[in-house]
Structure formats: C-alpha cells, structure tokens
C-alpha cells in the first residue's frame, strides 16, 4: 500500500503527464529578423515584430536560449512556441530546425514569418509552400530543412525604392504612413497565428489571405 506521501507523489506525477503537451498540439512559429538595436525598427525585421506584438498582447516574456528568443503563448489546448532567431537572418535556419527537433514539432506546425518586397505594403499572405524569393532567411531555411514544403506567412513591405536602393529600403525604418497602419495589421497578424494552430492552414489561407 502506497504512503500518503507516495500518493500525492503518484498524483502529482500523473497530473504532470498530463501537462505535457502531444506533438500534434504544439507549434512552431518563427519570425525572421536580425538581431541588434539598429535592426529593431526595419522592415526586414517584422517577422520579429509580429511576435513582440502578440507577446506583448499576451503579457509574454522571451527569455535567451539555444539559437534564440523564445516564450511559450498557450490558446485553446494549443501550445504556440514563438521564436526568434539569434543567428542573424542569413542562417535562420540552423534555429528553425533545432527547435523542430528540440520540441519534436511535425514539419507541417511550423509557420514562419517574414517579410515580402513582392507584396504592397501591409499585405497578408499565408502559402504552403514555394521558392526562398530571393530571401536569404528563407533560403538558409530550405536548405536546412531539405525542402521547400513548409508553410510561410508573408508580410508586405512594398517595393516603393529607387534603383540600386533595395538594401537600404529593406534595412530602412518604416516611414510615418507606415507607422500609423502597422498596429491593425499586426493585430490581424496575430490572428493569423492563433487561425493557424486552431482552424488550420487552409481555412487560415481562405480567411486572411489578402486581407
């Protein structure tokens, strides 16, 4: 017969089973950016600036950890691993892979974030799958995956640069019309993720793509 203190013990251990989230519950999110004070504002760097948005929404804390920022956001039995690399944007993928592994997430949970210079600006696109477009955080992802079959959720930056200026538009600071738009946009954006772990990646598609 188990002591008192060894079933409290057996409860608890039980109680913490039940804690621990299934693989088919948990996601990956990753917002892509660079990290650095002087990145912190550019447009290259929404994808890190969607997470902050919805972290903050959420009264979330990320805390430094292999390869990146990380915090946990919790929504309907669904448990959101929100990341952001410390790699720098060139090599995303050595921390997008780890944290798949790490937390044992199906490739088919992970979402990431980035931004798009194809799109106009503040244009919401979610896809399945398709090239790096030329982006060298999306590029270094496809090669550490081995695949381009892995969803993505585009953010519009616009294509509004001079010739021979792309560099520094992607690395610029979002200009005053900007500025005044991007909180609705990052509020739909945060429903995107939440859509995504809860309704799934098609119905999220058919919800908010181009909205």
Same mark, same amino acid.
């Given at each position: 017969?188990?002591?008192?203190?060894?079933?409290? &013990?057996?409860?608890?251990?039980?109680?913490?089973?039940?804690?621990?989230?299934?693989?088919?519950?948990?996601?990956?999110?990753?917002? &892509?950016?660079?990290?650095?004070?002087?990145? #912190?504002?550019?447009? #290259?760097?929404?994808?890190?600036?969607?997470?902050? =948005?919805?972290?903050?929404?959420?009264?979330?804390?990320?805390?430094?950890?292999?390869?990146?920022?990380?915090? !946990?956001?919790?929504?309907?039995?669904?448990?959101?691993?929100?990341?952001?690399?410390?790699?720098?944007?060139? &090599?995303?993928?050595?921390?997008?892979?780890?944290?798949?592994?790490?937390?044992?997430?199906? &490739?088919? =949970?992970?979402?990431?974030?980035?931004?798009?210079?194809?799109?106009?600006?503040?244009?919401?696109?979610?896809?399945?799958?398709?090239?790096?477009?030329? =982006?060298?955080?999306?590029?270094?992802?496809?090669?550490?995956?081995?695949? !381009?079959?892995?969803?993505?959720?585009?953010?519009?930056?616009?294509?509004?640069?001079?010739?021979?200026?792309?560099?520094?538009?992607?690395?610029?600071?979002?200009?005053?019309?900007?500025?005044?738009?991007?909180?609705?946009?990052?509020?739909?954006?945060?429903?995107?993720?939440?859509?995504?772990?809860?309704?799934?990646?098609?119905?999220?598609?058919?919800?908010?793509?181009?909205?």
């Amino acid at each position: 017969m188990l002591s008192f203190f060894g079933r409290i &013990l057996s409860r608890k251990s039980k109680e913490d089973s039940k804690e621990e989230v299934s693989p088919m519950k948990k996601f990956l999110i990753v917002g &892509l950016g660079n990290i650095g004070p002087k990145y #912190h504002n550019t447009r #290259h760097n929404i994808g890190f600036k969607v997470l902050d =948005h919805l972290a903050a929404k959420e009264d979330l804390t990320f805390e430094s950890q292999k390869l990146g920022e990380v915090t !946990t956001y919790k929504f309907k039995g669904r448990s959101f691993i929100l990341l952001k690399p410390s790699t720098y944007m060139n &090599l995303s993928g050595k921390a997008v892979n780890y944290w798949l592994q790490k937390e044992k997430i199906p &490739l088919e =949970h992970l979402l990431v974030i980035t931004d798009d210079l194809n799109l106009p600006f503040g244009t919401l696109r979610v896809k399945t799958k398709g090239s790096d477009g030329g =982006h060298n955080g999306l590029k270094d992802i496809q090669v550490q995956l081995g695949t !381009t079959q892995y969803n993505r959720f585009r953010f519009g930056i616009s294509d509004e640069f001079s010739k021979g200026r792309q560099v520094d538009y992607v690395l610029g600071e979002w200009d005053e019309e900007e500025t005044k738009k991007l909180p609705e946009r990052l509020d739909k954006s945060a429903e995107i993720i939440r859509s995504f772990g809860t309704a799934g990646i098609n119905n999220t598609m058919n919800t908010f793509n181009g909205k």
